[in-house]
């Protein structure tokens, strides 16, 4: 049996937690740059869709009646990190499939337990964290995702739905359109609509080779997961990572090479320290930017790729490639909205091959530098210590006017408590 918990409004909740005077009220988080919405509280919901963009809500936000927040994602990581830590409270299988939904392993819990289990997952996790959840219980993965899909639309429901107990499963799978299935994509979605499979029940009961030829492998466990059977285990070892992308709209539009090097080198400095977090070095690096896809009647863009030899995640080397990337990409006279860093043939640090051919490096040193940069800049904060290449005070950095605090990870931002005790009272301290 699987159980797939889903944070609800996750983005939102994390705001809420340490504001708890906005429950009950329309609160939206906003993408990077301040862009558009991407978390919405249930009572926004009511209001405005999912990414409408802040130009179009402003006056709401203005007036009190939406509540916004920009992008913190360190905030929202760490508070992941913490929902996760609970749900191993309960079971040796998680696997965290993105940063508000998880997969755990209920093989060793009783069957008839299992809906009370979910419960007590729920009060767990909000008490821990403060963050609601919704789960789902099924026999399959697939279908876990629909039970928690399920589980947070209807209040009746009290945040769990465990398939097992549902006498019919055409009734709730009827409700379900194909392309909200886990693992169908929209060129999926196209495909089956085309055939006249709308909805999750009608794939179930599609034919095995038809789905086999039209959707691949892949679309086939899909359907036998619908069926009931298990095609999908639970991976309690996170693979290794492909690549490390690095990405950001600028505050405004950027037209000199310094300002693209600037930020260049500060998405590098990030990529760089995700790879050592990883243990993985990188084989290749590519720098890429472009002008507005909406603003500029005639947009460019340009990326560049050098290959590293040998695959490293030292800063300094990876900077020192980007910057020079850069300048061979930048084109003088045009509006750069974006750039990209991504790392790629990524390799354990443990597994690179050395080079005879290559000019000698210094690697114990270089590692131990890095090391000790790492541990500053996280006992501290980020960027405490820093290259140069960063700049002093760049003036390109995204948006972020509604931000709030990082309250778990800065010690600054830290919520303070206060007691208060009426005269001739006290509150005893246990020493």
């Known amino acids: 049996m699987f159980g797939l918990i889903d944070c609800n409004n996750f983005f939102v909740s994390c705001e809420r937690v340490f504001q708890p005077e906005l429950e009950g009220k329309p609160v939206v ?21 999912m990414q409408t963009t802040l130009f179009a809500i402003r006056h709401l936000v203005n007036q009190g009646k939406i509540h916004a927040f920009s ?11 913490r929902v996760i830590a609970t749900l191993e409270q309960f079971s040796p299988e ?38 609601p959840v919704s789960v789902g219980i099924a026999s399959t993965k697939t279908l876990s995702k629909i039970a928690a899909h399920l589980a947070k639309r209807d209040p009746s429901l009290e945040g769990v ?29 196209a495909k089956l609509n085309a055939a006249g499979i709308v909805t999750a029940w009608q794939l179930r009961q599609a034919e095995d080779r038809w789905v086999q030829k039209h959707l691949g492998i892949l679309g086939l466990r899909t359907m036998l997961e619908l069926r009931g059977t298990a095609c999908f285990a639970i991976q309690t070892v996170e693979p290794q990572k492909k690549m490390r992308i690095v990405s950001r709209s600028f505050g405004h539009l950027v037209t000199e090479l310094a300002d693209i090097k600037e930020a260049v080198a500060t998405y590098t400095t990030r990529c760089a320290e995700k790879l050592r977090l990883d243990g993985l070095a990188a084989g ?16 460019y863009q340009a990326a560049r790729s050098a290959v590293l030899e040998p695959p490293t995640n030292d ?20 509006e750069y909205q974006k750039a ?19 000019e000698p490096v210094d690697s114990e040193q270089q590692v131990r530098l890095m090391q000790v940069m790492d541990r500053l800049n996280r006992r501290f904060s980020s960027d405490t210590i820093k290259f140069g290449a960063l700049g002093l005070s760049p003036d390109w950095k995204m948006k972020s006017a509604y931000f709030s605090q990082q309250y778990t990870t800065d010690w600054e931002a830290l919520p303070q408590v206060e007691v208060w005790s009426a005269p001739g009272h006290s509150f005893p301290i246990d020493r």
């Open 284 to 299: 290749c690096l590519s720098v890429s930017m472009r002008t507005s896809r909406y603003r500029d009647s005639h947009p």
């Open 29 to 49: 988080v906003l993408s990077n740059n301040d862009g558009c919405v991407v978390s919405r509280s249930n009572e926004a919901k009511q209001i405005i869709p």
């Open 71 to 81: 992008s913190n994602p360190v905030l929202y990581r760490d508070m992941s990190r």
């Open 315 to 334: 800063t300094a080397v990876l900077i020192r490639t980007a910057m020079r990337l850069a300048e061979a990409a930048f084109e003088l006279g045009y």
């Open 340 to 358: 990209k860093v991504i790392a790629t043939e990524l390799v354990a640090v443990n597994e690179i091959q050395g080079n005879l051919l290559a």
């Open 94 to 131: 998680v696997e965290q499939y993105s940063i508000d939904e998880a997969f755990l392993g209920l093989h060793r819990f009783p069957a008839d337990s299992l809906t009370d289990r979910a419960q007590q997952i729920r009060r767990r996790v909000h008490q821990w964290t403060g963050i």
């Open 161 to 189: 739905l465990n398939l097992e107990t549902v006498a019919s499963l055409e009734g709730l799978l009827t409700q379900v359109e194909v392309g909200k299935v886990w693992g169908i994509g929209r060129n999926s979605k």
